[in-house]
């Protein structure tokens, strides 16, 4: 079934709060995100920062020691005023390059939805008026963290979270660990487009019109967020320093393959050393992101 929600209250963490709406299990949910800062597709602000949350969905059937497993199915921005930082994080440059940093403002972009561009408005640099394609992508998503916990939705753990993996695209299947009764899923923080790291701590930010299906898959339990795609399986790992993230994520990849795809340890070891992916997700907030993904033409 197909279930609407105009959001009307926001959440600015990932915790145990009352649902907005209960779905089935195979329900699409077609719904909204307000951008960073607040404000909807009319230019409202309608909450409060940081990232406030559409949600929490509470998904019939879900719980403790499940996977929730969210399809997402479409992303679209639904206005045409996009945002982003103007300065690289101090973080990701030599110590020694942070004073030749620029003053840290926003940049304004125009976006054309319906032609698939985005196009760079002010500031007046030499880049002129750069155009990229549109990449939608949910800066955050996750479920309510265990152990009762209310976590910003500035930061990430084992329940997911503000990762701003580019991954979390249209055509995606995001798996999640069920912490709580419903697994109380939250989703927001739209980028129209973003490079790995979302290091100026933006990327486009702005609203989006949102469908996605909500599967329990009963019985199995994971420890960190995976997904998939037609081509790839990959893990997330959500945790500073850098290391200890790709530390999870490998972990969760070498797991999955050898429970659920038939490998040894020395079998995964073998095809993970050799042919291994990592992507770099959030490196700008609390908890940073590593991805470990393999493609799936490699399994047995």
Not at 37 to 46: A, D, P, Y
Not at 162 to 185: C, K, S
Request: some cysteine; charged content about 20%.
């Amino acid at each position: 079934m197909k279930r609407e929600y105009r959001a009307e209250r926001f959440a600015n963490t990932f915790g145990p709060h009352a649902s907005v709406l209960t779905l089935d299990d195979g329900d699409i949910l077609a719904t909204e995100t307000l951008d960073s800062r607040g404000r909807n597709g009319l230019m409202e602000t309608v909450a409060g920062p940081p990232n406030p949350l559409t949600g929490p969905f509470y998904v019939r059937g879900a719980e403790p020691g499940d996977t929730l497993a969210v399809d997402i199915l479409s992303l679209r921005p639904n206005r045409a005023y996009g945002y982003c930082g103007t300065a690289v994080a101090q973080n990701v440059v030599d110590p020694a390059y942070v004073p030749n940093l620029p003053t840290r403002e926003l940049a304004t972009w125009e976006v054309d939805a319906a032609a698939g561009v985005a196009t760079l408005t002010e500031p007046d640099t030499a880049l002129g008026h750069l155009s990229l394609p549109l990449d939608p992508m949910l800066g955050c998503i996750g479920v309510a963290p265990r152990g009762q916990q209310a976590i910003s939705s500035a930061t990430s753990a084992e329940h997911g979270g503000n990762m701003d993996y580019r991954g979390h695209r249209q055509g995606v299947t995001a798996l999640f660990p069920v912490f709580e009764p419903g697994a109380l899923l939250f989703v927001g923080d739209g980028h129209a487009v973003q490079g790995d790291g979302e290091i100026v701590g933006m990327g486009i930010e702005i609203s989006m019109d949102v469908e996605l299906r909500v599967r329990v898959i009963k019985g199995q339990s994971i420890n960190w967020p995976r997904g998939y795609t037609d081509e790839f399986l990959f893990a997330v790992g959500n945790a500073r320093p850098l290391d200890q993230a790709l530390q999870h994520a490998t972990t969760e990849l070498l797991t999955w393959l050898q429970e659920e795809h038939g490998l040894d340890p020395v079998g995964a070891s073998i095809l993970l050393g050799q042919c291994i992916a990592y992507d770099v997700g959030n490196v700008f907030d609390p908890a940073y992101t590593v991805v470990a993904r393999i493609r799936r033409s490699l399994l047995p």
